[in-house]
């Protein structure tokens, strides 16, 4: 057995079933070993994306995903990926390819120092020098991955250790480890502040939506019937019919939701992760702020928690609900704001314009995806307009990126959804400038038979870059471009492409493209003067 085998054979004993990526001359005993073994090799188009789909992987499962590249040009491709595993706290482990460490036969042809350029991208990287440590290596990578707060390992094998014979190490065998919980004396505490508020309210964050919290955060809510709000990225994290939802707080301040916010007089935080663009702004004399999460809060300017209830949050929010359940005559305090919140955000949403409004492509879109399908957003302008808009009552249904927020990752992450959940309607939703970042992954989309719908909102624009520069003032310049005609695109690919052409027409497109099965794209016009109307004009002007 040579290093390479040893490296699939400890990566087959963590459970991985498939490698993402697009190997170099340096990979070849890898990829040998993987054509070997019960691992599947994916190619993509471009190492983006497969390091998206990785940690796609990682967020949908909690198990790292795994991502492959060659030395040089295709790790440093895996870096914005690397990024977005990171501020996301997606599990991820990245294999690349090094030339050899024992002797330098092609000088510095292509050598770039990878573990260092990656050190501040992951939570570990490390090149492995000899072939003995790799299994304890590659399970030490999955556990630094996988445990709280996850991200992505990097592993640098050169190819010379790749090759070389391995001694007889045996794997290294996975054991799943409880979190500690937290102690009585905190949540007591917790209980006691919870107890003595006029106007509770709880949110969502990020980490509340780990794939193993979904029942423990649906449970808490419908025991404790306070009302709860989430950040972009909480979304979705308490099944949907509980009656407590306030909405999303899409933006900072002065939302809608912000008139439950500003009243709140405590905030129970959980998994609020301050990667994410701030839900609320912590001032002086705001709210009491009590953050429950699986590691102690980041202290920032806008988020600085007064307690803390720290310990695995499911089992530890099950103790908090025992102490509470049935004693707490405020908790449905702010609820008679429930209403008033949820009809604004609904506002003007089935209005027949052409081209469509963001409101209307949010509205037709839900009414086309069942409870458990999954919504896959790019960025751009339309996620504020998802994230505050569309309602999930299924975790995991909304997956958006407001952590490290790059363009380019909507396809990707849908194409990642679509794999795992075959049986499930994906739609990756993406601006024309986003999309176009990552588009030639839809060879690997229709190569590799996924069922995916892919709608793109056509407005020749950086939308969201060109609303910033009117809200604050500036003229209009620099942020228009043409766009490629989809539907031809589309169809280059042996894909089916439809294109909108009336404000009814969305939804049966999308209905059409989901029924024919395949990889379909959609593409649709979008009308953003909705922008500066709700954005900046209605909401400048909410009154108490
Ligand atoms: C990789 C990357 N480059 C630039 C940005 C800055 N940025 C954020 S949104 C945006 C415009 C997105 O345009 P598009 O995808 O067409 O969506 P739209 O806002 O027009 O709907 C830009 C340039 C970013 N977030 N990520
Ligand atoms: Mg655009």
Same mark, same amino acid.
């Given at each position: 057995m040579n290093g390479a085998q040893l490296l699939v054979a400890a990566l087959e004993n963590e459970g991985v079933k498939r490698i993402i990526g697009i190997p170099g001359e340096e990979n070849l005993d890898v990829v040998e070993a993987l054509r070997r073994s019960s691992i599947e090799l994916v190619l993509t188009r471009h190492e983006q994306a497969a390091a998206f789909m990785a940690a796609t992987h990682g967020r949908l499962t909690g198990e790292a995903g795994v991502c492959l590249s060659t030395l040089g040009p295709g790790a440093l491709n895996l870096t914005t990926g690397a990024a977005y595993a990171q501020l996301g706290a997606m599990p991820m482990v990245m294999i690349t390819g090094q030339k050899g460490v024992l002797s330098r036969k092609q000088a510095r042809f292509q050598v770039v120092d990878i573990v260092s350029t990656m050190t501040p991208l992951t939570k570990m990287a490390y090149r492995i020098v000899g072939t003995a440590t790799i299994p304890s290596i590659v399970r030490e990578a999955f556990r630094v991955a996988q445990q709280e707060r996850p991200g992505p390992v990097h592993l640098e094998l050169p190819e010379d250790v790749a090759a070389e014979q391995a001694p007889d190490v045996p794997v290294v065998a996975p054991h799943p480890t409880a979190l500690p919980v937290a102690e009585p004396a905190a949540l007591d505490q917790a209980a006691e502040l919870i107890r003595g508020a006029q106007y509770p309210l709880v949110m969502l964050g990020a980490a509340a939506s780990r794939p193993r919290l979904a029942d423990a955060l649906s449970d808490f809510v419908r025991r404790v019937q306070i009302p709860f709000?989430?950040?972009?990225?909480?979304?979705?994290?308490?099944?949907?019919?509980?009656?407590?939802?306030?909405?999303?707080?899409?933006?900072?301040?002065?939302?809608?939701?912000?008139?439950?916010?500003?009243?709140?007089?405590?905030?129970?935080?959980?998994?609020?992760?301050?990667?994410?663009?701030?839900?609320?702004?912590?001032?002086?004399?705001?709210?009491?702020?009590?953050?429950?999460?699986?590691?102690?809060?980041?202290?920032?300017?806008?988020?600085?928690?007064?307690?803390?209830?720290?310990?695995?949050?499911?089992?530890?929010?099950?103790?908090?609900?025992?102490? &509470?359940?049935?004693? *707490? %005559?405020?908790? /449905? @305090?702010? =609820? #008679?704001?429930?209403?008033?919140?949820?009809?604004?955000?609904? $506002?003007?949403?089935?209005?027949?314009?052409?081209?469509?409004?963001?409101?209307?492509?949010?509205?037709?879109?839900?009414?086309?995806?069942?409870?458990?399908?999954?919504?896959?957003?790019?960025?751009?302008?339309?996620?504020?307009?998802?994230?505050?808009?569309?309602?999930?009552?299924?975790?995991?249904?909304?997956? &958006?990126?407001?952590? *490290? %927020?790059?363009? /380019? @990752?909507? =396809? #990707?992450?849908?194409?990642?959804?679509?794999?795992?959940?075959? $049986?499930?309607?994906?739609?990756?939703?993406?601006?024309?400038?986003?999309?176009?970042?990552?588009?030639?992954?839809?060879?690997?989309?229709?190569?590799?038979?996924?069922?995916?719908?892919?709608?793109?909102?056509?407005?020749?624009?950086?939308?969201?870059?060109?609303?910033?520069?009117?809200?604050?003032?500036?003229?209009?310049?620099?942020?228009?471009?043409?766009?490629?005609?989809?539907?031809?695109?589309?169809?280059?690919?042996?894909?089916?492409?439809?294109?909108?052409?009336?404000?009814?027409?969305?939804?049966?497109?999308?209905?059409?493209?989901?029924?024919?099965?395949?990889?379909?794209?959609?593409?649709?016009?979008?009308?953003?003067?909705?922008?500066?109307?709700?954005?900046?004009?209605?909401?400048?002007?909410?009154?108490?």
């Open positions: 709000f989430n950040t972009q990225m909480g979304k979705g994290s308490v099944a949907g019919g509980s009656g407590l939802y306030m909405g999303t707080a899409a933006l900072s301040a002065r939302d809608y939701v912000h008139q439950a916010i500003d009243r709140a007089d405590l905030i129970i935080s959980i998994g609020h992760d301050t990667v994410e663009k701030p839900p609320f702004l912590m001032g002086p004399g705001g709210p009491i702020v009590l953050h429950v999460g699986y590691l102690p809060a980041t202290v920032e300017e806008v988020y600085f928690p007064h307690a803390e209830l720290i310990g695995d949050i499911g089992p530890s929010l099950a103790l908090l609900a025992d102490r &509470l359940e049935g004693k *707490l %005559a405020r908790a /449905g @305090a702010l =609820l #008679p704001l429930r209403e008033r919140i949820l009809t604004h955000i609904a $506002d003007r949403a089935q209005e027949s314009r052409y081209p469509l409004t963001p409101q209307r492509i949010v509205h037709d879109v839900r009414r086309v995806m069942p409870e458990d399908g999954i919504v896959c957003l790019d960025n751009g302008m339309y996620k504020i307009w998802f994230a505050r808009n569309y309602r999930t009552r299924v975790a995991n249904t909304l997956l &958006l990126d407001n952590a *490290l %927020a790059t363009m /380019g @990752a909507g =396809l #990707p992450s849908a194409m990642m959804a679509a794999m795992l959940h075959p $049986d499930r309607r994906v739609l990756a939703v993406c601006g024309d400038g986003g999309f176009m970042m990552n588009s030639q992954e839809l060879e690997t989309a229709v190569r590799l038979g996924l069922n995916l719908v892919i709608l793109i909102l056509q407005d020749n624009a950086y939308g969201m870059i060109r609303w910033k520069q009117a809200a604050d003032g500036f003229a209009d310049f620099g942020m228009s471009f043409g766009n490629p005609d989809f539907v031809t695109y589309a169809r280059s690919y042996g894909m089916q492409g439809t294109r909108v052409d009336g404000a009814d027409g969305l939804a049966p497109a999308l209905e059409a493209a989901f029924a024919a099965g395949g990889v379909h794209l959609v593409t649709v016009p979008i009308d953003y003067s909705e922008n500066m109307r709700v954005l900046v004009e209605e909401l400048a002007n909410i009154r108490e």
